[in-house]
């Protein structure tokens, strides 16, 4: 195996309860980990949260998360 297909790659995404990231979280998720050998770790939290986290990740660097996903109209 190749140091590549032997890593487990894992993928962070913090996202608001909304409609579409629960049915992801709850159906679809597998599908795509199955496909891919990806893990994919979704956080789901209120909007608030999610600005508050996202803004903290990205003026920091911290590189905590990998996606965001806000349903919002700017």
């Known amino acids: 195996l190749s140091m590549l297909a032997s890593m487990r790659l894992t ?9 579409p990231s629960n049915v992801l979280n709850s159906q679809l998720k597998r599908y795509f980990e199955e ?30 998360y990998d996606l965001y996903y806000i349903d919002q109209s700017w």
Do not use: C
């Open 35 to 64: 496909a891919t050998g990806i893990t994919v770790e979704i956080e789901i939290l209120p909007l608030e949260q999610v600005l508050q986290k996202l803004t903290l990740d990205v003026a920091s660097s911290l590189g905590t």
């Open 11 to 19: 993928k962070k995404l913090a996202t608001e309860a909304t409609p």
